[in-house]
């Protein structure tokens, strides 16, 4: 049965994926992509799982939480610009991404968790980037471009843990309510 414990585990995680990911956006693969291309879509995941499990207004208490986390965090381990740039963007593209997986949650399993992601990293990445980046002569343009095609593809790549997660834990709730 999921509880608080489930809850704390999420935020955690939330705040950790944001750190993590402000560190790694600073260090870019090529003139295309930075490595938070490749950890930042797991707080969408995050994000998602909550929202399946508890619905929005937990997601949003998870999304409230890991940003405040995530920022002290990110304050301390990354660039002032970086740090507020992700602030803003993580904020308006995560509650975004609570909005949409609920408009959507009736259909197919995988339609909510991939449309509101390609969504509202879109919108991550435009704010994001903008701000962090604009006027610093770095290639923050063909970076946003890389690093949302990498988001992409992690969308899709990432409805594999979705599934599995949502079912095995859907099954040990089936189990602890057949027990009761």
């Keep these: 049965m999921l509880n608080l414990k489930g ?4 935020v955690m995680a939330m705040a950790l994926v944001v750190a993590i990911s402000n560190v790694a956006v600073s260090y870019p693969i090529n003139d295309w992509l930075t490595w938070g291309a490749f950890t ?3 707080a969408f ?4 799982i909550t929202n399946r499990l508890f619905g929005t207004s937990r997601a949003r208490t998870v999304v409230y939480a890991g940003f405040f986390i995530g920022v002290i965090l990110s304050l301390w381990m990354a660039d002032i ?3 507020i740039a992700s602030g803003a963007a993580f904020l308006i593209a995560q509650l975004l991404d609570i909005l949409i997986f609920d408009k959507l949650r ?4 995988w339609k909510a968790p991939l449309i509101s992601t390609i969504i509202s990293s879109a ?3 435009i704010l994001f980037f903008s701000i962090a980046f604009m006027a610093t002569g770095l290639p923050w343009v063909t970076w946003a471009i890389g ?3 990498a988001k992409l593809a992690m ?7 979705f599934r599995l997660f949502i079912s095995v834990v859907s099954a040990d709730s089936k189990k602890s309510f057949d027990r009761a």
Excluded: N
Aim: hydrophobic share 50%; charged share 15%.
């Design 7 to 10: 809850l704390i585990t999420l």
């Design 40 to 42: 930042y879509p797991i």
């Design 45 to 48: 995941l995050v994000t998602d």
């Design 81 to 83: 610009r970086i740090a």
């Design 106 to 109: 009736q259909k197919t399993w």
């Design 123 to 125: 919108t991550d990445t």
């Design 147 to 149: 690093d949302y095609g």
């Design 155 to 161: 969308a899709a790549i990432l409805l594999v843990p």
